[in-house]
């Protein structure tokens, strides 16, 4: 069965800094991983994906995300992070094309000004 | 790009009714169509798997006769909270695919007095 792991709950770094956001996850196959944005009350957006090719992908806003086959990670990264990104960042999971998707549980970004 | 509505977006119902929510995806066909539960300050919880005509794949755990879903057309999937109570209170967020992504809908907050 497949499982993701954001192990930080919450992060907060100030208004310019680098982000790094933490997702492992466990699958026996090839993931098909995501990264989703939710605001508050919100439904999802989604920021990137990776499915194959280069294990670096970029995605909306600015993010970019590193696929480690080797250490079964993909960390969302950004390197200068804006008051606006401040919002919950869901890691995801899925076997196939859109199949099923198992969700992280979430890390809550803050940004200080 | 693709965009999955849901209606309501919020609903307050009283114990014992039963309130529908409904998921239709606007500009593209949903092969599949999924139900995702989230409470507050946590993680999106698959509920179910529907497929356009046939019966809906509950996960575990989760009450197929309190949580109706019908899949009716391809663009069109409702999800039905029977003699709701206070404990199914909660976000209900719906995905639909077009086989290679999901798309989100922008959620629905039911709360049941």
């Known amino acids: 069965a497949q499982s993701v792991t954001q192990p930080d709950i919450h992060i907060t770094v100030s208004e310019g800094a680098s982000l790094e956001l933490r997702c492992n996850y466990s699958y026996g196959a090839t993931p098909y991983l995501f990264w989703y944005v939710q605001s508050p009350g919100q439904g999802l957006q989604l920021l990137l994906k990776y499915f194959s090719g280069d294990t670096l992908v970029q995605g909306i806003k600015g993010f970019e995300a590193e696929f480690k086959r080797s250490q079964s990670s993909f960390n969302l990264r950004k390197p200068s992070v804006h008051w606006s990104d401040a919002a919950e960042y869901f890691c995801?999971?899925?076997?196939?094309?859109?199949?099923?998707?198992?969700f992280g549980a979430g890390t809550i970004l803050r940004v200080k000004s | 790009g693709a965009v999955v509505s849901q209606h309501p977006s919020w609903v307050i119902c009283k114990s014992g009714t039963s309130v529908k929510i409904e998921c239709r995806s606007l500009?593209?066909?949903?092969?599949?169509m999924f139900w995702y539960r989230q409470f507050p300050k946590q993680s999106l919880m698959l509920m179910a798997t529907?497929?356009?005509?046939?019966?809906?794949?509950?996960e575990q755990g989760v009450e197929k006769d309190k949580f109706l879903i019908n899949h009716a057309s391809l663009t069109l999937s409702t999800l039905t909270v029977t003699s709701a109570h206070p404990e199914d209170s909660s976000f209900y967020i719906c995905?639909?695919?077009?086989?290679?992504?999901?798309?989100f809908g922008p959620g629905t907050r039911l709360t049941v007095t």
């Open positions: 995801a999971v899925a076997a196939g094309y859109g199949n099923k998707l198992v």
């Open positions: 529907s497929n356009e005509g046939s019966k809906a794949t509950y």
């Open positions: 995905s639909a695919s077009d086989t290679y992504e999901q798309y």
């Open positions: 500009d593209f066909q949903a092969t599949t």
